[in-house]
């Protein structure tokens, strides 16, 4: 079952969260251990397009100019087999309903956060051959240690 994020609605309900890139960043990290811990796959939406796309990793993905993250995660449902096999995050009510209107599952942002506080710390080491393959990406190397 995959996990359709409203990145900046999740960070938008969370206190002491900015929904700059650093902190779109930081959830996108945290959000990546979430799926390989719940080994589901994830896509998270955020609104705008950073400096930097390719610095937030393969399952974080910005719409096309003049369309905004809802445009994006509903299309990309329609496109989808079977849409009741998914689940989208977030507390925008208007989205929800739409989301649920084609057959994915919602939950409402507030009430995934405690989810993500069982997930482990970031660590040093990257935890998937995905995250190793991203920073060697972004900043060089062989990966030998």
Same mark, same amino acid.
Not at 119 to 138: C, D, G, M, N, T
């Given at each position: 079952?995959?996990?359709?994020?409203? %990145?900046?609605?999740? /960070?938008?309900?969370?206190?002491?969260?900015?929904?700059?890139? =650093? #902190?779109?960043?930081?959830?996108? #990290? $945290?959000? =990546?251990? @979430? #799926?390989?811990?719940?080994?589901?796959?994830?896509?998270?939406?955020?609104?705008?397009?950073?400096?930097?796309?390719?610095? @937030?990793?393969?399952?974080?993905?910005?719409?096309?100019?003049?369309?905004?993250?809802?445009?994006?995660?509903?299309?990309?449902?329609?496109?989808?087999? $079977?849409?009741?096999?998914?689940?989208?995050?977030?507390?925008?009510?208007?989205?929800?309903?739409?989301?649920?209107?084609? %057959?994915?599952?919602?939950?409402?942002?507030?009430? @995934?956060?405690? =989810?993500?506080?069982?997930?482990?710390?970031?660590?040093?080491?990257? $935890?998937?051959?995905?995250?190793?393959?991203?920073? /060697?990406?972004?900043? %060089?190397?062989?990966?030998? #240690?």
């Amino acid at each position: 079952m995959p996990w359709v994020f409203d %990145g900046d609605n999740l /960070l938008g309900t969370w206190p002491g969260r900015k929904r700059d890139d =650093r #902190g779109r960043r930081s959830i996108a #990290g $945290e959000l =990546r251990r @979430f #799926g390989a811990v719940s080994k589901r796959r994830i896509f998270i939406v955020f609104d705008g397009s950073p400096r930097n796309r390719e610095s @937030f990793g393969r399952c974080v993905h910005f719409p096309a100019a003049g369309e905004s993250a809802d445009d994006w995660i509903l299309a990309h449902l329609r496109k989808q087999d $079977e849409v009741a096999g998914w689940t989208v995050v977030t507390s925008d009510r208007s989205l929800g309903d739409r989301c649920r209107h084609i %057959g994915a599952k919602v939950v409402k942002s507030d009430k @995934f956060r405690p =989810r993500l506080a069982k997930v482990a710390p970031e660590q040093e080491k990257p $935890e998937s051959e995905e995250e190793l393959e991203y920073w /060697l990406e972004q900043f %060089g190397g062989d990966g030998e #240690g």
